[in-house]
């Protein structure tokens, strides 16, 4: 089983950036297809972004396209998110989560907030 901790958020004015990283043990993380998600107050959880096993596929939402960036190393065993351009409505707890390809996503972390001020 994989576990897996979320680091880099905090509180960061409109127009600012800030680089998320998700850091597993347990298990390599090369197995696993990897997503960001976010969960705004009294919105449901949703796919911001999410990353192939061998880097070769992304995904991102629209509300976020140019904007966030993606990546993985699976040497250090760690996927990033990188949020430029932040607005006040990327305020959210970020979540990154892990799933073997084809099937839903089995692991998550405890979560890290972002918060963007106007």
């Known amino acids: 089983q994989v576990q897996l901790v979320e680091s880099g958020g905090g509180l960061v004015q409109a127009g600012g950036s800030l680089r998320l990283s998700c850091t597993a043990s347990?298990?390599?993380?090369?197995?696993?297809?990897l997503g960001w998600f976010r969960q705004a107050p009294g919105k449901e959880r949703e796919l911001v972004s999410s990353i192939s096993k061998s880097s070769g596929s992304t995904y991102y939402a629209d509300s976020v396209k140019d904007r966030f960036t993606i990546s993985r190393d699976n040497a250090k065993n760690t996927v990033y998110l990188q949020m430029n351009s932040l607005k006040p409505e990327d305020t959210a707890v970020y979540y990154c989560g892990a799933k073997f390809p084809g099937n839903s996503y089995d692991y998550w972390g405890p979560g890290t907030q972002v918060t963007v001020s106007s």
């Open positions: 347990g298990r390599t993380l090369s197995r696993y297809a």
